[in-house]
């Protein structure tokens, strides 16, 4: 659909595109190309696969979810407690790593929506799983070449993360290693510093623990790593697949079909699913809901890019180590564990609370957000040829279809006035006319006319 998307926020997005490229996105590119397909497997990790068999041993095959959650965020050898693993030498590279573009458009967005809300005196902005950092940089980079568009907003960064490794990674980014942890575990704030440009940035392990405010909530690569719980429709019903000991190879795990119901396949299976194999994030469900909660109570709006579908896809639980595909049952905590994120079970979740746009395809998220004239801008007032050839070769990968470009999607959740119509005058009574809602950027298209 296309829409104008407003004088104001079309100013915004002409005025960061006259900015350069930042020095540093070439460099990490290039980096990224030559170590792609390079990045050694780092040795296996027996504790974990020696804890997963106690635990199994001692009550039974758990679930996947349980599974995820142990080799993922264990407290001593999950593997984003122990690992720094994006870029090109871990075991994924993200879209803020690959280009600034990309963040420089979601700040664009960010901002807008901050417009279309009434340009709240105070600015939350609350990013889960934050990565290195690039992103937020990219951002607040934003935010300060629009500085004088927030005049009169206190804008503050609110981090969740569960990694400790990478906390002190994103303090490096975000506030040049000037940040402080916290001397108290009973802190919800366990790091906190100040860009260089005064933002406050502050650090939780939960979401709950963020104060209340006008908040943009961002998780870019985050919902996808969430536990989920696998089904099966079996001739006696539905069956959770759980993980189990492989009792005919020594030190390795295998799935197993439930025998009976239980209490997560009796109740998360949705009434009406035609599908045969499901899976189901329930971790996702509440946090959306947590997040429509905060926003019809405190305003804002959320924006989630992620692997995904619209309840159409079935078995999508895989692990990535070194850039590449790895088995998921295979030396645990070694490898990130990940699986598409269904859009459709998060927007049953909202329960109608908030309006929900999307999901779109990244490709068609960045485009109408504008980055075809950012591109044009960047190649016209580039002359170095290295530096074109990045350039083209990092929009390449964002929106090439085979590549990030469809395989990506954005969805976002909105408070019910921000899309609501105006009010009409009635008779001959004259009152103001509420102005009508900014089209919501990258879900309609930009006119430049």
């Not at 930042?22 to 990790?45: N, T």
């Not at 000037?178 to 704030?189: I, L, R, T, W």
């Not at 939960?206 to 961002?218: C, M, T």
């Not at 469900?285 to 109570?297: D, K, P, Y």
């Amino acid at each position: 659909m296309r829409a104008c998307f407003g004088v104001k926020t079309q100013q915004l997005i002409s005025r960061v595109f006259r900015h350069p490229v930042h020095p540093s996105a070439a460099v990490q590119w290039r980096l990224a190309q030559s170590r792609l397909l390079s990045a050694g497997e780092s040795k296996p990790r027996p504790s974990m696969l020696k804890h997963l068999t106690f635990k199994i041993k001692a009550t039974g095959p758990i679930t996947v979810a349980e599974y995820m959650r142990e080799v993922l965020t264990n407290p001593v050898t999950g593997y984003y407690v122990r690992n720094n693993m994006l870029g090109p030498d871990g075991d994924f590279i993200t879209s803020p790593e690959i280009s600034q573009i990309f963040g420089e458009l979601l700040g664009v967005w960010i901002l807008s929506e901050w417009m279309g809300a009434g340009r709240p005196k105070h600015l939350q902005l609350v990013e889960l799983g934050p990565g290195k950092g690039s992103l937020a940089s990219d951002i607040l980079r934003v935010f300060s070449q629009l500085k004088s568009v927030l005049d009169g907003c206190s804008v503050s960064l609110h981090l969740v993360e569960v990694s400790p490794a990478l906390s002190g990674v994103q303090a490096q980014t975000l506030t040049g290693g000037s940040s402080v942890e916290s001397s108290s575990e009973d802190d919800p704030v366990f790091r906190r510093g100040e860009t260089s440009a005064g933002q406050p940035v502050f650090w939780y392990r939960r979401l709950e623990d963020v104060p209340a405010g006008f908040s943009i909530f961002i998780a870019h690569e985050f919902f996808d790593a969430l536990p989920i719980h696998t089904f099966q429709r079996t001739p006696k019903g539905w069956r959770e697949v759980l993980v189990d000991i492989d009792p005919e190879k020594q030190n390795r795990l295998r799935f197993v079909v439930s025998p009976s119901p239980t209490p997560a396949s009796s109740a998360l299976i949705q009434p009406e699913e035609r599908r045969s194999h499901v899976e189901v994030c329930a971790d996702g469900g509440v946090l959306v809901q947590q997040i429509s909660r905060r926003i019809v109570e405190d305003g804002g709006a959320a924006l989630i890019a992620d692997y995904g579908h619209d309840g159409t896809k079935t078995d999508t639980f895989r692990g990535f180590k070194g850039h590449r595909l790895h088995d998921v049952l295979s030396s645990p905590g070694s490898a990130d564990l990940t699986a598409d994120v269904d859009f459709s079970f998060l927007r049953t979740m909202t329960r109608g609370g908030v309006a929900c746009l999307g999901p779109v395809t990244q490709k068609m998220f960045l485009k109408n957000m504008g980055i075809d004239v950012r591109m044009e801008v960047l190649l016209r007032n580039c002359s170095d040829g290295p530096t074109r050839m990045q350039l083209i070769r990092s929009y390449d990968m964002l929106m090439n279809p085979e590549k990030m470009g469809e395989r990506f999607l954005f969805f976002s959740l909105l408070h019910h006035s921000r899309l609501a119509k105006p009010k009409k005058t009635e008779g001959m009574k004259l009152e103001d006319k509420s102005p009508a809602p900014l089209p919501v950027g990258g879900f309609t298209e930009i006119s430049f006319s």
